[in-house]
């Protein structure tokens, strides 16, 4: 084969390449999502009835960084303090019809601690604090048990204080802007969700 054409073979195989790779690429699940749709849920946004009531409500334009940062602290080390005990805790299972999902609550006399609930596309570990939602993990099924290049799990990350959701993460560990429309319908639909099941788990 001459110069010329073993030259016009290669460039054939690197476009090749390219396209081979790009079309890899469409197929697969984009971590950094505007808004994913499984962080909404009509069956929940338009009942009255899920909304907490008298919610305190926290300025974040008034949290300062020192504060911001041991308010972060404190939820963290109040869901780690739960999955130390969670083996201490009573729990019972379900399928809840209302939301579609499985479910399984972690709680101790009225007190509710966590929990887990799932559906064929996302899976919610969420954690409470005298019973009020302190921090969420949001894993989407394709990214269940998966790992990020920094040894941490892949999911939406949420933490709240006092009804309010101080700060939020995406699925690349990225800051959600508090300002931003994606930042009020995480909130909105968390706050609801994690209020729902502690109708559902205090029911007899």
Request: a negative charge; charged letters at 20%.
């Given at each position: 084969m001459s110069k010329r054409g073993k030259l016009i073979t290669l460039i054939l195989l690197v476009i090749a390449m390219i396209v081979?790779?790009?079309?890899?690429l469409l197929g697969l699940p984009q971590k950094n999502i505007e808004e994913d749709y499984r962080l909404t849920n009509e069956a929940i946004s338009k009942q009255e009835?899920?909304?907490?009531?008298n919610q305190k409500k926290l300025n974040l334009d008034d949290i300062d960084n020192e504060t911001f940062e041991r308010y972060i602290d404190e939820t963290t080390n109040s869901f780690i303090h739960v999955e130390s005990e969670i083996g201490t805790l009573e729990s019972k299972s379900w399928y809840d019809e209302y939301m579609e999902m499985q479910v399984k609550s972690y709680y101790k006399e009225d007190n509710l601690y966590k929990i887990y609930a799932y559906d064929k596309s996302m899976n919610f570990e969420i954690y409470y604090w005298d019973n009020k939602v302190t921090f969420i993990l949001a894993v989407p099924t394709e990214y269940k048990d998966q790992k990020n290049e920094n040894g941490e799990i892949i999911g939406y990350r949420m933490f709240f204080v006092e009804n309010t959701m101080i700060a939020s993460m995406d699925l690349d560990g990225n800051s959600v802007d508090p300002k931003s429309a994606d930042f009020k319908t995480m909130e909105d639909f968390a706050l609801r969700l994690s209020y729902y099941f502690t109708l559902i788990n205090n029911k007899p």
């Open positions: 081979i790779s790009f079309l890899v009835e899920f909304e907490l009531p």
